[in-house]
Structures are given as structure tokens and as C-alpha cells.
């Protein structure tokens, strides 16, 4: 996967685009009085950027304290005012997402905010969405067209003002939009990207939606940011995002556990297996290693090959295997015990 060439903006001590990891984004979801909670269970599950709403002057103000206070990146997401936008900037955020959908890049108060942003180096993102832009009632092309053309419109304005430090992205809740949406964006722009789907919905639907568009832009090279929009709780959409960005081989978030299906060969809980496995090889401290957990010996070892180690379950036994060569059997109750035994050892000879 070659990765779109991009500028890069720092947010806080966070880059972003250009060399940067994709940054694993989140938008935090509970009331003020609990948001500095919520952004310490973000930064934990691995989020670097968490985007906050903010709706008042009292927010901005809260919004202000919390950026000092928290060590993760945060961006403010303003909508419809040009005055909270401009309040935060002149008492200095750091980054502030803007929705053209619902701001005219014209008038006292945009020129007040694009010359305030452009003395300060504030970052930008201008975030257009389905929702917001008008689209309802126009046909695919000119959905796709209007998405676009409202965020390369308001980039160039920003632009022609010494606002520099851009990030884009539009979203709509179809997926051929965004994926055309934001393709088209990358290649009219060097600007970094933000992706996602918006209103996906909930569960493994809203999931997959968010993956089929996120990982199609992400394998195309586009893509600098994402954040997995699910009605849930917030610290699952980190989790999702990092699961989309291993998956495409974007990031790797620590070792990669895969297991086989099942099928009637099995005769363990595999699924525990692989909760167990998992749970243990946070502590192994191996970041590039596959690790398999397959249900049979008669398959599971040729079966994963592929994999750097595993362990493959037999009613009672287990067989511990390196490239598919079965290098201990032991019985299944000390299968997981042996499997980091064997990664471990391997780490002591240096053979990771
Ligand atoms: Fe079935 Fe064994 Fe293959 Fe798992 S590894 S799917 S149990 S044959």
C-alpha cells in the first residue's frame, strides 16, 4: 500500500499526514462534567486525537482547561458560529474542525477567524457531511460533486487568507459517496486527509460500513486520519479504527492473533482460547510476530503456516508450533502457558 503524499500539521505534539502514522481518531460522547474521564479511557485504548463538540462559550472556556490538562492531541468542533470559533482561536486551540455545510466562508466573522487562525498556525480541518450540504434530493454524481466542492471551496478561501495548516475530508452515510468524495478530494489537494463514514448506525452493520469505505480509501494510498463513527460507546470506535488499520497492514497495535473458524474437528472453547491468548501476549511485548490458535492438530499447523507461532488444540492436547513445525505438545491446559514460553524463548534468541 503506497500512501498519498501530503503537508503535514502538528496538533499539539501530534503529526499529522505527510510521514505521520494514521492517526487513530475519537470523538468523545459524555457531558462536560465527565469528559476528562472519557478522554483518559480514549488515550488508554490508543486514540491520539479526540474531538470534542463544543456548542458555548462556557465549552470553549472547559474545552480551553481540558487541552492544557490532557496529554492526547484534542480538536474543538464547531458548527453554525463564527464567533465560538474565533473565541477559541484567539485564546488558543490548538486545532478546530469546522463544518462548510453549515458556515458561509464569507463575511466579518469568517475574515476575523481566518485571520486569527493564520497568525496563530491553527490547524483547520473543514469536515463536510451528507447531512449538512444540501445533497438531499440530487443524484449520486451531484451529491459526490457538491460534498467536494464545498470543502476545496472553503480550503482555497482559508488559503488565500494564510491559513495553511489543513486537514480534509467529507463524509457521507453511502459509502460509493465518501470513497468518491474523498478520492476526488486527494487528488485535487496535497492537504491531509480525515476519513470516515458518517451516521453509520450501530453494531456489526455500522462496523463493516465503516471498514468497507475506510479500508477501500485506505488501500488506495488516501487517508491520514480516521475516526469509526458508531452509536455506541466511544472507546469501541477506537477500537474499531485500530482493527481497520491492522487489517489493511496500515499500523500494527501489538502482536496479531488469528484463529481458524472451528468446524467439527474442534473440540475446545476456541474463543476462549483466543480471549486467553490475547489477554497473555499484551505482556509478551512482541509487536510484529502472527500468532494462530487453531482448533485441530490434523489442520491447524499447515493451516497457518503463515503464522510466526501457534498453538493448535486436540480434546486433551495441544501442540505448540513455529512455522507450522510443531515444536512441543503439551496438554491443553498448558497449551497458551508453553505458546509464550516458545515466543519468548524465540525473543531471547533473538529470532523475532
Ligand atoms: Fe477445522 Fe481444524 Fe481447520 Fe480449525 S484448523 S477449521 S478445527 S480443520
Redesign the pocket.
Known amino acids: 500500500m503506497r500512501r498519498r503524499r501530503t503537508l503535514q500539521v502538528q496538533i499539539g505534539g501530534l503529526r499529522y499526514g505527510g510521514d505521520a502514522p494514521i492517526v487513530v481518531e475519537a470523538m468523545a460522547k459524555r457531558p462536560y462534567e465527565k469528559i476528562k474521564e472519557e478522554i483518559g479511557v480514549l488515550a488508554a485504548e490508543g486514540a491520539e486525537l479526540v474531538r470534542i463538540a463544543v456548542n458555548t462559550r462556557r465549552q470553549a472556556e472547559r474545552f480551553l482547561t481540558l487541552q492544557e490538562e490532557c496529554s492526547v492531541a484534542l480538536m474543538a468542533d464547531v458548527h453554525f458560529s463564527w464567533r465560538l470559533a474565533c473565541w477559541l482561536v484567539e485564546d488558543g486551540v490548538e486545532a478546530v474542525r469546522i463544518n462548510p455545510g453549515n458556515m458561509v466562508f464569507e463575511g466579518r466573522g469568517f475574515e476575523r477567524f481566518a485571520a486569527l487562525a493564520a497568525e496563530q498556525g491553527t490547524v483547520v480541518r473543514i469536515g463536510s457531511n451528507s447531512g449538512s450540504c444540501s445533497v438531499v434530493g440530487m443524484g449520486f454524481n451531484r451529491r459526490v460533486k457538491r460534498l467536494v466542492d464545498v470543502v476545496l471551496e472553503a480550503a482555497e478561501r482559508l488559503k488565500e487568507r494564510g491559513v495553511g495548516a489543513l486537514i480534509l475530508g467529507a463524509k457521507s452515510s453511502d459509502i460509493k459517496e465518501t470513497i468518491a468524495a474523498n478520492t476526488r478530494i486527494a487528488r485535487s489537494t496535497d492537504h491531509p486527509l480525515h476519513i470516515g463514514i458518517t451516521a453509520t448506525g450501530a453494531g456489526e452493520e455500522a462496523f463493516c460500513r465503516s471498514a468497507v469505505a475506510v479500508g477501500t480509501l485506505l488501500m488506495r494510498g488516501i487517508g491520514d486520519g480516521v475516526r469509526v463513527s458508531l452509536c455506541g460507546d466511544s472507546a469501541s470506535e477506537v477500537r474499531a479504527v485500530k482493527a481497520i488499520l491492522s487489517a489493511v497492514g496500515a499500523r500494527r497495535f501489538g502482536a496479531r492473533v488469528i484463529a481458524?473458524?472451528?468446524?467439527t474437528?474442534?473440540q475446545v472453547d476456541l474463543a476462549e482460547k483466543v480471549a486467553e491468548v490475547k489477554a497473555a501476549l499484551d505482556g509478551v511485548g512482541q509487536k510484529d510476530i502472527t500468532v494462530a490458535v487453531?482448533?485441530?492438530v490434523?489442520?491447524?499447523p499447515q493451516?497457518a503456516a503463515e503464522a510466526d507461532f501457534g498453538v493448535?488444540f486436540s480434546g486433551r492436547r495441544a501442540a505448540v508450533f513455529a512455522k507450522g513445525v510443531v515444536v512441543r505438545q503439551v496438554s491443553a491446559k498448558d497449551g497458551v502457558e508453553t505458546l509464550l514460553e516458545v515466543i519468548r524463548g524465540a525473543g531471547r534468541q533473538r529470532l523475532l
Open positions: 481458524c473458524p472451528t468446524c474437528r474442534c487453531m482448533g485441530c490434523v489442520n491447524g493451516e493448535a
